[in-house]
């Protein structure tokens, strides 16, 4: 089969950890990688950010093009919305020259809209993938949420125009069911980790013996909840909090919010606990989540989250704040805990009890590797998505025709 993905603004090859540059990268690179082990051949098109790279890059088999849309520069991914017609354009002129896929997934709302255009125009099939919701975002964010106004009007009108609508965990169909999706055109297929690449065996970055390590990581944003982590710590004087995320290396300095972070751990009185390390390329992540005694991620709210599914695989547990995938990857009692979110006094009650007992972490630790390795191969994922593609293929309507 040939499968044209669409990831506007996350790029499977950029490094991560930015504002911008998370989970969708990951997400995109390890599923592209899972459909051409199957045999597949898989395109992804991406905005071209920069001047260098040429119009097509190899990746482990994967093509990536380069797609010119606005100005070859980096921008937030909050004002890309002007340049999805030019997009939607490009992948028109590439899909009627000499390939065309079979059925285009689109990842996120703005890569929908531009493949939507585009499957119009060609009769390519359209599979989408929202990642987080702007109905999610407003209700949390409120005036802070800098995503175009019509963000949420186009993913209602993405969510019954597209051909299926992959859900990643149990939370996100019932907040696409309450925006008015059909049901009937909803598939739930969750994201998955690499467990050749997240194993529990392997380097480990050096560590203080002498006290334990509580690790978190993700994009620094405010809604990840690392203040909540900071101040949870005021529960765990003899442990030391992790931060990896950020701009790389010393550059985290100049980061407003991680300035407002380090505020905090220091009104919070744990400023010699914290320490914030930037970002981590993606190879070298594993190594740290072996560093720790325990992985807390605290989001406000998660749409997936592949932070607290790595660090399973680690065989690292988890606390986690039981919102979006979160509730389902981690099973309360079984291979992590769930506290509930924006709550750092039942954050730190939750870290200091399993850090005192090494007994349960170790129990913990065994079933989550598990859990992972069973429930959330990328195999798994990728098979699961090659039936929608093939469900879809079936419904493809002929060149030129306007659903
Ligand atoms: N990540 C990384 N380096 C960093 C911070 C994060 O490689 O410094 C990766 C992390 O391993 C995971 C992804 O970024 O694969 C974050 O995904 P998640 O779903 O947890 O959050 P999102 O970015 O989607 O909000």
Not at 77 to 89: C, E, I, T, V
Request: charged share 25%; proline share 8%.
């Amino acid at each position: 089969m040939r499968i044209a993905m669409i990831s506007e603004h996350a790029s499977p090859l950029a490094s991560l950890g930015g504002e911008d540059a998370g989970g969708q990268n990951t997400h995109v690179a390890e599923l592209a990688a899972a459909l051409v082990d199957q045999g597949h051949e898989v395109r992804v098109y991406t905005r071209r950010d920069a001047q260098e790279p040429p119009d097509l890059v190899r990746m482990d088999g994967v093509t990536v093009v380069y797609v010119p849309a606005g100005p070859p520069e980096a921008l937030p991914k909050d004002s890309l919305l002007p340049y999805m017609k030019d997009f939607g354009r490009r992948l028109v002129e590439q899909w009627r020259g000499d390939w065309t896929p079979d059925v285009a997934h689109a990842h996120f709302w703005m890569s929908g809209l531009a493949a939507l255009t585009a499957g119009r125009q060609t009769g390519v099939p359209v599979v989408q993938t929202y990642h987080a919701l702007g109905t999610v975002k407003r209700r949390y964010q409120g005036a802070a949420d800098t995503s175009p106004p019509k963000r949420i009007g186009y993913e209602r009108a993405l969510g019954r125009a597209v051909d299926r609508v992959i859900a990643q965990c149990q939370d996100e169909v019932r907040e696409l069911v309450r925006m008015g999706v059909p049901r009937s055109r909803l598939a739930v297929i969750p994201s998955g980790v690499n467990s050749e690449k997240f194993t529990p065996e392997g380097p480990t970055v050096p560590r203080d013996p002498n006290r334990s390590r509580v690790l978190t990581v993700g994009r620094l944003v405010e809604r990840k909840g690392f203040a909540d982590v900071i101040r949870a710590m005021r529960a765990l004087p003899d442990a030391e909090c992790v931060i990896v995320g950020g701009p790389p290396g010393s550059s985290v300095d100049d980061d407003p919010l991680a300035q407002k972070l380090r505020a905090e751990a220091e009104a919070a009185r744990v400023a010699d606990q914290v320490r914030l390390v930037g970002a981590v390329p993606a190879s070298e992540m594993p190594s740290w989540y072996r560093s720790a005694d325990v992985v807390a991620a605290a989001p406000w709210y998660e749409p997936f989250g592949l932070v607290p599914l790595e660090a399973m695989a680690c065989g690292i547990p988890v606390v986690g704040t039981a919102v979006g995938g979160i509730t389902d990857t981690v099973v309360d009692g079984l291979t992590g805990d769930l506290v509930p979110p924006r709550d750092p006094r039942a954050l730190g009650v939750a870290l200091r009890r399993l850090l005192a007992d090494p007994v349960r972490r170790f129990t913990y630790a065994t079933a989550a590797v598990d859990r992972a390795r069973q429930c959330y191969s990328w195999k798994r994922a990728a098979e699961q998505l090659i039936a929608v593609y093939e469900a879809v293929g079936g419904l493809r309507r002929p060149s030129g025709a306007v659903a």
